[in-house]
């Protein structure tokens, strides 16, 4: 017997896990002395009020969509990759190797390779872990986070040594040439003559993201490579004897999930900084562990979460603006819903569970 | 400015008062990373997974020096600091234990958690943007002189090199440095001396085991938590009130993941623990006294090929992926080691020359050694580390 709808798995334990982390944060905000339902009418103002809200909205999702489904894809084989901060930060390496090294006649031809670049750099960023775990049994929650620091170490040598221009103190590298320029969403709006999403980052890179969302539905459910990542998810023992070769499996899921974390490079270095700088991934490979937790790791759910963390970067960014409450405001929250929808799950799930099974134990009654 | 690894070394044995400074400084930089590795050891031999370290540390960091700012007192900073240590731990036994939730996901939110609120309550509480106001005596942890120790360095520079060796490095640290290594006798004594060391050993490797034996596996898994937060609270006030005179913003700058890397490197052994604190403390304490370390480009070069070489070695006699991987890996070295060859090349030094030419390390290179040598110790090409066994997953009993 099932215990709960499928409405209520993908939707409600979602839904309420986000309403507890919004009451938890409201009783933070209240203990330091500020106004709750002022700082979240700042929030959703600063978010989706205006159409430049919107656009730093999109760009923050774009990141969070990318890294949320590089968690993603690794749950379905049920592998935790902590590692998307580093694979991200040399997808962002690949692409400024991409945009400075090459003379692109157009931002077109520029983005096909710098998005492959950013996939095989992401990906090669996981092959070490990855094959640590699929060979010699390497916890790869361990070696991710450890290759998360060697990344930022390798990150700050590549832009000091090899990247930064002559007589440039900043450790970043210079300026991508101008034909390596997106397209941004509002120079797309423009064609259709409007002015929306002005001086926002958000490019067209989302387009690109949302691709990459289908793909992995696809991907997991569509193909017979997906069926094999699911099953090994599923039992790894079964896998096996359905000859399903395991070290296969768990290097494919890796890479594949270490090049979509690569791929968020596009958007933040080719997309909006046009240049690569140190810290350039913000933690969004972080808040992907959060993304995909709560979309239920449905690329789907992926979408919407990463949407609504955009939104919480954006209000939070505005929050810090126009109040004294920091911006690491928006910390508390992606860690309370870590921890809900991740950790504490069966807290929620639990009294849910009971709550159904009542109802329908009270109907089944009625209908007798 | 110091030319090759061998004049480093020439220069601190030379040197005698310098090789104790360099020995002290590893002390102190290693006493947190233990207290904290310990604490994950206490925690993960009972089997619970614990990458939330760093976060309770900077939980107890914070509000210890807050805390021993508002009432003066450093002791009852270090209380409230252990307090908010222990209060994370609890959230993350009610996560893993109460509930089965998933440890390593509890981990990361632990971690996000004091990220975020340290900074947001200690913005709201002293407004000076995310720290705390400055710690001036009392408020901060105490040194302890031993009789008859110098206390000033020109005393010092000057004693017997048994005197320097006992004024420095001996005397006037924090009593929270004596602690931290007293730690470590206790804990092996505890673990392996004791029947709960016992009892919590066994709940890591085969908790059915000793549910069946009638011992309760949710208390001692609620015992090992609650000790492990009192130990990554003490490293944490160390931090803010003994390292450094107040709290500012993710001041524990990741030893709680060095201190998960130490764990590992020591294979959840104590006194190991503190020999691999002790190597990464001495990896901190050179990087920060020598920005500039040289290594003649042979010797570079030497230890490239030669890894090359073992890694290609176990390839050939193994798999095509482990070929294509360990291939990867040696293709880079190889290339990195020619590179630093040619490079060494030109100005009057021909190619032989260039062997002998000195080549700086990248200081990220000394930086990242503790989170490489984990990744080859989690290998296990050279003395596998294996984690406890029931490690990670929450006990269910049997009905």
Known sequence: ?368 | MVSSITDLITGIVGNFFTFVQLMDATVRMAIPLLLACLAGLFSERAGIFDIGLEGKMLAAAFLSAAISFTTGSVWIGLLAGIGASMLLSLIHGVASITFRGNQLISGVAINFLAAGLTVVIAQGWFGQGGRTPSLTGAQRMPEVDLPGAFTRIREMRDASPGMQFYSEFISGHTVLVYVGLLCVPLSWWVLYRTRFGLRLRAVGENPAAVDTAGISVVRLRFAAIVICGVLCGIAGAYLSTAVQAGFTKDMTANRGFIALAALIFAKWRPWHALGACLLFGLFFAIDNRFQNIQLSAFWVIVFLVAASALMMNYARKNERIDVLVLGGISAIFVTIAVSVWISQIGDGVGAIGALWETVKLPTQLIQSLPYILTVVAVAGFVGKAIPPRAGGEPYVKER
């Open chain 1, 1 to 368: 017997m099932q215990k709960m709808p499928a409405w209520a798995d993908v939707v409600l334990i979602p839904v309420i896990s986000l309403i507890l982390a919004a009451v938890l944060s409201g009783l933070v905000m209240l203990a330091i002395g500020e106004d709750p339902i002022n700082a979240m009418r700042i929030m959703i103002d600063g978010a989706v009020g205006s159409s430049q809200g919107w656009g730093y909205t999109l760009y923050y999702a774009t990141n969070f969509m990318f890294t949320g489904l590089a968690v993603a894809v690794a749950f379905h084989a049920r592998i935790f990759n902590i590692g998307g901060e580093g694979q991200a930060m040399l997808g962002g390496v690949g692409v400024a190797f991409a945009c400075l090294y090459i003379p692109w006649p157009h931002w077109s031809l520029a983005l096909i390779f710098a998005t492959a670049a950013a996939a095989l750099f992401g990906a090669l960023w996981v092959a070490i872990p990855a094959y640590l775990q699929a060979r010699r049994g390497s916890h790869i929650v361990i070696t991710t986070i450890m290759f998360n620091f060697i990344a930022a170490g390798l990150l700050i040598y590549i832009l000091n040594e090899v990247l930064k221009p002559l007589g440039q103190m900043e450790p970043a590298s210079g300026a991508f040439p101008e034909p390596t320029h997106l397209p941004s969403l509002f120079d797309m709006a423009q064609v259709f003559g409007s002015e929306a999403f002005e001086s926002s980052p958000a490019n067209i890179t989302l387009f690109i993201a949302l691709f990459a969302c289908w793909a992995v539905w696809a991907l997991i459910w569509r193909t017979r490579l997906g069926y094999e990542i699911r099953s090994f998810g599923q039992s790894e023992s079964a896998a096996k004897y359905a000859g399903i070769d395991p070290v296969k499996i768990t290097m494919v899921a890796l890479l594949i999930s270490g090049a979509l974390a690569g791929l968020m490079g596009i958007n933040n270095v080719m997309g909006e900084a046009e240049r690569l700088v140190l810290n350039a991934t913000e933690g969004a490979g972080f808040i992907g562990i959060a993304v995909a937790l709560m979309g239920r790791n449905h690329p789907v759910g992926v979408f919407l979460a990463a949407l609504l963390f955009g939104m919480l970067y954006q209000g939070g960014a505005e929050l810090a603006g126009q109040t004294s409450i920091p911006v690491q405001m928006v910390v508390i929250i992606q860690a309370l819903v870590i921890m809900f929808t991740g950790a504490l799950d069966n807290m929620v799930r639990a009294p849910l569970e009971k709550l159904f099974r009542a109802l329908r134990s009270g109907r089944s009654v009625a209908a007798e």
